[in-house]
DNA sequence: GTCTATACAGCGATAGAC
DNA sequence: GTCTATCGCTGTATAGAC
């Protein structure tokens, strides 16, 4: 039962391509007949596996949320809080090309639904708070315990900021000279933890 | 013929409730009936001022553009080139109560129309290339010029993410927190600015 | 489980009276 | 310059056959 699997269920069909399609084209401008197109299923087929196109948001909602989580598990791998923390920042060159033509699947999605004051707009900004809670634990546990959650802000709204700008100018270059900024400032926060243990 | 005038003309009024609904609620989000409720008159009679729903964007854009323009210019009162710089961050915090609720007019804007892929999203990008040009020279003038866009583009970047994270969060203690960071980083620049200046 | 047919509201846009 | 009336289309959602 791999999420990715070709021989998916309908239901699961449906929520990979909604995914998609919402991260491409927004949630509001994407149709029940976008996702009907792409699942290759009539229109009507939907109320069987969902009850309104909020459910399907729901589903997406909770995919992205599984699929982030064990992500930031399998980062845990790394050696130590420095380069846990790169591995966050490399996210924003890995997935540069679809950056700068989609900008960050998390950002666009929750600024869309806080516009739109939509309902599910506090189980959108869980995913922000999964990335938030993570780099906060990794800045703690290198040696900046008092300003962890600033720090973790602070690169969150750096790499939203990038991801923001790419998008807006089709740049991907600016995400390359950008991320070489973003790990000088997390080598010069590094030095300040350590010194900072060495005083302790 | 002041833009903001009790006596504006109907073209007028048309623009500036767009211009508030648009931020608000989204260009997609907003209907003619959403804009035509705002400046009390009915649906027909906007198609005597503008053709379409995107003329009325541009238009948008346009006074925008101004504004922002005008602004720029009046920051160039500040005595030297690290209070200018301040008085952009300054506006994150000046702004921070509709940044809350609406996120930067700039950033959401372009997102969506980047998004869309809608016609006037260069027009729209043009917000940011003007803040872009107009830091970059500051941090010329700060004595950083070989960095001076890659710098410009960091605080952009900063003041965006900032932005992202305050609508998402609906937090405003997270934008005075995060202005402080961003004047202790600005110092730092202003800093080393000076050493090269010297050094030169 | 999947289909066709359809209801019903809202959208942008047009025509023509005043 | 502003209005009312209406068109054509697309949106979500439902009913019911297969």
Redesign the interface.
């Known amino acids: 039962m791999s999420s990715g699997s070709k021989e998916a269920g309908t239901r699961q069909r449906i929520v990979e391509a909604a995914d998609r399609l919402f991260y ?3 949630y ?2 994407t149709s029940f007949s976008d996702i009907a197109d792409a699942v290759q299923i009539s229109r009507g087929n939907f109320y069987y596996h969902f009850r309104s196109k909020d459910e399907i948001l729901d589903a997406v909602i909770a995919a992205r949320l599984a699929a982030t989580g064990e992500m930031l598990a399998g980062w845990e791998r790394a050696a130590d809080p420095a380069a846990r923390l790169r591995s966050f920042i490399h996210l924003l060159f890995v997935n540069r090309l679809s950056i700068k033509a ?2 960050c699947p998390v ?2 999605l ?3 639904l ?3 004051d939509h309902p599910a707009r506090q189980e ?2 869980e995913l ?1 708070t999964l990335f938030r809670a993570w780099l906060a634990r990794e800045f703690a546990r290198l040696g900046r315990g008092r300003e962890a959650d ?1 720090l973790a ?2 690169l ?7 991801a ?2 790419a ?4 740049d991907e270059a ?1 995400i390359r ?2 991320v070489r ?1 973003i790990e000088a400032w997390l080598d010069e926060q590094c030095r300040a933890g350590a010194r900072e243990k060495q005083s302790a």
């Open positions: 491409r084209q927004g509001e401008h989609h900008g950002g666009t929750c600024g869309e806080a516009k739109l959108a900004n922000f600033g802000l602070h969150l709204a750096l790499s939203q900021g990038v923001t700008l998008h807006a100018f089709d600016l000279r950008q900024l």
